[in-house]
């Protein structure tokens, strides 16, 4: 039994001094530098590439058997208590890692360190120190905190949103833009980190499932494009905004969110579709326009051609007289068409210029000059005027307004009653009233709708360009002002302007 006893103790020592010589083999062959203290701070084992690293780095040469911090505190008495702080720290059973930074050839470098204490089967108690080189780590940690400085920086000056969610909702980085107008537009403020969700308010469950329903989407690998408009402070602005997945390694990990303020260019787009409207209508109106001048100015002109060959082969010189008035009420009418297509390019083409109106000068001069309209005498004039405020618009237009409303009234008088027409004119402030009231024959209710339309007549006995009402309409409009009728067959015709004051637009005016 002795003999088993000391082959199997011989035997133990023999794997015991291959175990040492195999763990001595890894050490040093090891990637990262490794020192092992016993409780005193003796070494007990160094690996090349620790003693090479203490060598460089504090000019220390480690060996085994000597204490660590009698050999450092012959160079470096302020390291040396550094070190003695993490042994003792490590010893006490808590594990040290820290980063220390070194030069060598004028090149910082950094290495990382992990202090562990190790207590054996027999009782002893080892610090194990691990330690590797991370300078090219930190080297390029330094890098991706500058490019992800620059990166920020850039994000920081785009004028456009831009945010980015990761698979589980969370908002991974968003710019200033988009930080200022969701601040403005739900007075929230956006914290990293946060599911996105949580920032939407609470009464607006519809945007929420809106966006859930897009962020799902992208992550299922679809881009999208998106239309929304939001109120921003006091005004409503539209976006344009974009979903682009983020794919790493095949698979979509996020979404990257752009948006665009589109607000000028859809009230550009808005304009532009408004003013195509308007050149079509403009386009019809001056097709048709073309077509009944045409016809209108033909008439009485082929009228004065027939009667002045009349003139020539008639030999019954008494009816001279017969055909002369007959040319002048021709050329009378023509005259009026003329004056009506003038009318109605200057209303087209010129500017508005206001000046300070004088209503009683104004309704004067407008009835003076129609005064030698046939049966014009006819109609009596009632006047009614209260213009104790300033008022200011454009005279010229103001005055085609009653010429041609005026003309209306002595045109289509009612000859078997005592016929008038009533003017009344209060200005206020801000507008002023201009009523015309009449007891002509009046207008029948299926026509009123068309009598603003260019050259509608409602019959072929009617008189006048057909322009006459149309041009008052686009006068009063050209003036921001706005035109009603209320009439009936056989009594007469009410016509309400309103025309706002320039002055209110125009404070510096005298």
Same mark, same amino acid.
């Not at 006893?5 to 020592?13: H, I, P, V, W």
């Not at 992208?218 to 998106?226: C, D, T, V």
């Not at 682009?244 to 979509?252: F, H, M, N, R, S």
């Not at 005064?371 to 300033?390: F, G, R």
């Given at each position: 039994?002795?003999?088993?006893?000391?082959?199997?103790?011989? $035997?133990?020592?023999?794997?015991?001094?291959?175990?040492?010589?195999?763990?001595?083999?890894?050490?040093?062959?090891?990637?990262?530098?490794?020192?092992?203290?016993?409780? !005193?701070?003796?070494?007990?084992?160094?690996?090349?590439?620790?003693?090479?690293?203490?060598?460089?780095?504090?000019?220390?040469?480690?060996?085994? #058997?000597?204490?660590?911090?009698?050999?450092?505190?012959?160079?470096?008495?302020?390291?040396?208590?550094?070190?003695?702080?993490?042994?003792?720290?490590?010893?006490?059973?808590?594990?040290?890692?820290?980063?220390?930074?070194?030069?060598?050839?004028?090149?910082?470098?950094?290495?990382?360190?992990?202090?562990?204490?190790?207590?054996?089967?027999?009782?002893?108690?080892?610090?194990?120190?691990?330690?590797?080189?991370?300078?090219?780590?930190?080297?390029?940690?330094?890098?991706?905190?500058?490019?992800?400085?620059?990166?920020?920086?850039?994000?920081?000056?785009?004028?456009?949103?831009?945010?980015?969610?990761?698979?589980?909702?969370?908002?991974?980085?968003?710019?200033?833009?988009?930080?200022?107008?969701?601040?403005?537009?739900?007075?929230?403020?956006?914290?990293?980190?946060?599911?996105?969700?949580?920032?939407?308010?609470?009464?607006?469950?519809?945007?929420?499932?809106?966006?859930?329903?897009?962020?799902?989407?992208? $992550?299922?690998?679809?881009?999208?494009?998106?239309?929304?408009?939001?109120?921003? #402070?006091?005004?409503?602005?539209?976006?344009?905004?974009?979903?682009?997945?983020?794919?790493?390694? #095949?698979?979509?990990?996020?979404?990257?969110?752009?948006?665009?303020?589109?607000?000028?260019?859809?009230?550009?787009?808005?304009?532009?579709?408004?003013?195509?409207?308007? $050149?079509?209508?403009?386009?019809?109106?001056?097709?048709?326009?073309?077509?009944?001048?045409?016809?209108?100015?033909?008439?009485?002109?082929?009228?004065?051609? #027939?009667?002045?060959?009349?003139?020539?082969?008639?030999?019954?010189?008494?009816?001279?007289?017969?055909?002369?008035?007959?040319?002048?009420?021709?050329?009378?009418?023509?005259?009026?068409?003329?004056?009506?297509?003038?009318?109605?390019?200057?209303?087209?083409?010129?500017?508005?210029?206001?000046?300070?109106?004088?209503?009683?000068?104004?309704?004067?001069?407008?009835?003076?000059? $129609?005064?030698?309209?046939?049966?014009?005498?006819?109609?009596?004039?009632?006047?009614?005027?209260?213009?104790?405020?300033?008022?200011?618009?454009?005279?010229?237009?103001?005055?085609?307004?009653?010429?041609?409303?005026?003309?209306?009234?002595?045109?289509?008088?009612?000859?078997?009653?005592?016929?008038?027409?009533?003017?009344?004119?209060?200005?206020?402030?801000?507008?002023?009233?201009? !009523?015309?009231?009449?007891?002509?024959?009046?207008?029948?209710?299926?026509?009123?709708?068309?009598?603003?339309?260019?050259?509608?007549?409602?019959?072929?006995?009617?008189?006048?360009?057909?322009?006459?009402?149309?041009?008052?309409?686009?006068?009063?409009?050209?003036?921001?002002?706005?035109?009603?009728?209320?009439?009936?067959?056989?009594?007469?015709?009410?016509?309400?302007?309103?025309?706002?004051?320039?002055?209110?637009?125009?404070?510096?005016?005298?």
């Amino acid at each position: 039994m002795a003999a088993v006893a000391r082959e199997m103790t011989m $035997l133990d020592q023999t794997e015991v001094g291959v175990w040492q010589d195999l763990f001595t083999s890894i050490i040093e062959d090891a990637d990262s530098n490794i020192l092992l203290l016993d409780d !005193e701070f003796r070494i007990v084992t160094i690996n090349p590439g620790f003693y090479w690293t203490f060598l460089e780095t504090y000019g220390v040469e480690l060996k085994k #058997g000597t204490s660590i911090l009698q050999s450092m505190n012959e160079v470096n008495p302020s390291l040396t208590r550094l070190w003695k702080d993490r042994f003792q720290t490590a010893l006490s059973g808590s594990p040290v890692k820290v980063e220390d930074e070194f030069e060598i050839d004028g090149k910082q470098n950094f290495w990382e360190l992990h202090y562990k204490s190790e207590t054996f089967a027999d009782g002893r108690q080892f610090v194990s120190v691990f330690s590797r080189d991370v300078s090219v780590r930190k080297a390029y940690q330094k890098k991706i905190i500058g490019n992800e400085a620059n990166l920020r920086s850039i994000l920081n000056t785009i004028e456009n949103s831009i945010w980015l969610v990761n698979s589980n909702f969370e908002l991974i980085d968003f710019n200033k833009e988009f930080f200022k107008l969701y601040k403005l537009a739900f007075g929230v403020k956006l914290i990293r980190g946060k599911n996105i969700f949580e920032f939407v308010p609470e009464h607006m469950p519809e945007m929420q499932e809106t966006w859930r329903a897009r962020y799902e989407a992208g $992550l299922k690998g679809r881009p999208g494009k998106y239309i929304e408009t939001y109120a921003i #402070g006091n005004s409503l602005r539209t976006f344009e905004i974009k979903t682009y997945p983020i794919v790493e390694d #095949g698979e979509v990990t996020g979404l990257t969110i752009y948006s665009r303020d589109i607000t000028q260019q859809r009230e550009a787009e808005d304009l532009l579709k408004s003013k195509n409207e308007e $050149l079509t209508k403009i386009n019809s109106e001056l097709d048709q326009f073309v077509y009944s001048a045409s016809h209108d100015l033909k008439a009485p002109l082929m009228s004065v051609k #027939g009667l002045v060959n009349m003139i020539k082969i008639d030999p019954d010189k008494e009816k001279l007289d017969q055909y002369l008035q007959l040319i002048e009420s021709s050329v009378c009418k023509l005259d009026y068409f003329i004056n009506d297509i003038i009318h109605y390019s200057r209303n087209s083409r010129m500017e508005v210029m206001p000046s300070k109106i004088d209503f009683q000068k104004l309704v004067k001069e407008s009835i003076d000059s $129609l005064k030698y309209m046939q049966d014009a005498e006819l109609v009596k004039s009632i006047i009614n005027i209260t213009d104790e405020t300033p008022f200011y618009s454009d005279h010229s237009r103001l005055l085609i307004i009653f010429n041609n409303i005026i003309s209306n009234a002595v045109r289509y008088q009612d000859k078997d009653k005592e016929s008038y027409l009533q003017i009344d004119i209060t200005t206020h402030h801000a507008r002023t009233i201009i !009523e015309f009231i009449d007891n002509g024959v009046g207008i029948a209710e299926e026509f009123q709708e068309n009598i603003f339309k260019m050259f509608f007549r409602a019959s072929y006995e009617s008189k006048g360009s057909g322009l006459g009402l149309y041009i008052v309409k686009g006068t009063v409009e050209k003036l921001n002002g706005k035109i009603a009728v209320r009439s009936k067959l056989g009594e007469g015709t009410h016509f309400s302007i309103e025309i706002p004051n320039s002055l209110m637009y125009e404070p510096s005016m005298n």
